[in-house]
């Protein structure tokens, strides 16, 4: 069977239907501003409404809750086609936080906020990461002290995704300073909307992904209710954590692949079409390896990634093959997209090539959501 026949195995019909609507919506009212979000550190104030409105927020959510309805193949549909073209929107990050409110939230909590999450009214962000504290979260310094019906929450995020504009912000905060580590940490769900003590900075200026808005986030002294304690027990915020990044580093190993199989597919194109020595670049037979290469490790990895959604679908994914697809596959993205670059020569490194951007673009996917150094410490643990 030659490989370009390869259908991922979850492509169902009712799957590649979502998919076309997908495609339309993202091509039509996200890719053609992706220069305007970069330029403005994040994406047009009502793109979140529109994204709501056509039914591409929260696609794996359960319907009751205002989601699609669908599982984890919708989910993946929607990263892929933001890949595909070129688009950096945070909702990956959103849904990620949708999932906490599922797994954790009360009944009265999850129909509160997942159907504002779907329509797009609270866009979702995930504050762990500190100046102080990436890699090591049990050495968070954020403080969530309990008076009477409330936390009082002080402290500071850094590196927080969709953190200007979030209207629904799960912070992880030490409940109990006296408790050294893990135990001593909760999530707590804020609601932005006119909350005193919380602030956003300013967009963190970032190599890439800049139509994403990024920055750190102040809580002064800002009350929250503490029944919006995920869970209702505190304590529970890093086990809670750790069941929940599998999802996040999941959604990052669909991007990967989408991203490196885009990288082949556009090379390949441009490879045909320029010249030099008065032949187009594929006649070369460095070049002909070169995509050769890309090609099998870009397929290589969709059949891992195919087999890890299938698994997660199924409810049957364990933590080290989840951490072998962000690690690996991640690695293989940012290998494939450097060597198609450098089949673009000089008018790779120029922005305007979608393969310069992709560079740019790839880079931090080894490095969030669990750095692939940790990644590989968690495989290790496996062993
Ligand atoms: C664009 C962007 C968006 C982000 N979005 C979010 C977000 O929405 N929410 C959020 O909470 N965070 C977010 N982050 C933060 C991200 O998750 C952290 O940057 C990441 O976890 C690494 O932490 P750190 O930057 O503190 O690096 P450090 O932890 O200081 O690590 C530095 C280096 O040391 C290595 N290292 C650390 N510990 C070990 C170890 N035990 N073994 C081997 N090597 C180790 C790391 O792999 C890395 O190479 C984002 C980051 C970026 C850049």
């Not at 037979?285 to 870009?298: G, I, P, S, V």
């Not at 072998?324 to 596959?329: G, N, R």
Request: with cysteine; net charge neutral.
């Amino acid at each position: 069977m030659p490989a370009s026949t390869y259908q991922s195995p979850w492509m169902k019909e009712d799957v590649r239907m979502f998919r076309d609507s997908v495609r339309q919506f993202v091509r039509h009212e996200f890719a053609p501003h992706q220069e305007r979000w970069r330029a403005q550190h994040g994406p047009d104030a009502d793109a979140w409404a529109k994204a709501g409105r056509a039914g591409i927020l929260l696609a794996d959510i359960p319907e009751d809750y205002g989601g699609g309805g669908g599982t984890f193949a919708h989910e993946a549909v929607v990263l892929e086609e933001m890949a595909r073209q070129g688009v950096n929107f945070g909702s990956q990050v959103h849904t990620t936080v949708a999932h906490y409110v599922l797994a954790y939230g009360t009944e009265e909590q999850k129909r509160r906020w997942l159907p504002r999450m779907a329509l797009g009214e609270a866009p979702g962000a995930i504050a762990m990461t500190e100046p102080g504290a990436g890699s090591d979260l049990q050495a968070i310094k954020t403080q969530a002290r309990r008076e009477g019906d409330d936390y009082v929450i002080h402290g500071s995020k850094t590196f927080i995704t969709n953190g200007a504009r979030a209207g629904l912000v799960c912070v992880a905060a030490k409940t109990d300073p006296k408790v050294v580590g893990m135990r001593g940490i909760s999530l707590i769900m804020v609601d932005t909307r006119e909350l005193a003590g919380y602030r956003a900075g300013k967009p963190l200026e970032k190599v890439g992904m800049q139509q994403q808005d990024t920055c750190e986030l102040f809580f002064d002294s800002m009350r929250v209710p503490a029944a919006n304690l995920l869970g209702g027990v505190e304590g529970r915020g890093f086990a809670q954590m750790m069941e929940q990044l599998p999802y996040e580093r999941l959604q990052i190993a669909v991007g990967a692949v989408a991203m490196a199989e885009q990288a082949v597919e556009i090379t390949t194109r441009y490879v045909k079409e320029r010249k030099a020595f008065g032949k187009p670049l594929m006649d070369l037979q460095n070049t002909r390896f070169k995509l050769a290469e890309c090609k099998t490790r870009a397929q290589i990895g969709r059949v891992f990634l195919d087999s890890c959604i299938e698994r997660f679908v199924a409810g049957r994914l364990d933590e080290a093959s989840t951490a072998m697809a962000k690690y690996w596959l991640t690695e293989m993205q940012c290998r494939i997209v450097d060597e198609c670059l450098q089949l673009h020569g000089g008018y790779g490194y120029m922005t305007e090539y979608p393969i310069a951007r992709m560079w740019v673009d790839a880079r931090v996917q080894r490095i969030y959501a669990g750095s692939n150094e940790i990644m590989k410490e968690l495989i290790a643990w496996s062993l």
